[in-house]
Nanobody, 130 residues
């Protein structure tokens, strides 16, 4: 089992940048696919980005492509989400998520499904003002 602790949220004006970080417990961090999701007030949780443990492939929600970058450091047991050119519509609580160990999930469809991630962080607020 893995425990996830997020940090780095906050408030920023439109066009600004924030970096979210997710620290994972355990010695087998490299065996998990990792993802970021977000939930805005009154809306369902949606996929933002994911990184595959085997291929290193990354997947993004269309609306964040070119602005957000997901990365992982298997030595530090962290996965980060660099968010640039932020927009007010990016305002949400952001959640870090981890798959089951050695998940066979590959491709966008699978990686973007919240059902693939049994482990979740506590959530971190990101607020973008216009």
């Amino acid at each position: 089992q893995v425990q996830l602790v997020e940090s780095g949220g906050g408030s920023v004006q439109a066009g600004g940048s924030l970096r979210l970080s997710c620290a994972a417990s355990g010695r087998t961090f490299s065996s998990y696919n990792m993802g970021w999701f977000r939930q805005a007030p009154g809306k369902e949780r949606e996929f933002v980005a994911a990184i595959n443990l085997r291929s290193g492939n990354t997947y993004y929600l269309d609306s964040v492509k070119g602005r957000f970058t997901i990365s992982r450091d298997n030595f530090k047991n962290t996965v980060d989400l660099q968010m640039n050119s932020l927009k007010p519509e990016d305002t949400a609580v952001y959640y870090c998520a981890a798959s089951k160990p050695y998940s066979l999930c590959t491709g966008y469809g699978c990686s973007a499904s919240s059902s693939q991630y049994p482990y979740w962080g506590q959530g971190n607020q990101v607020t973008v003002s216009s």
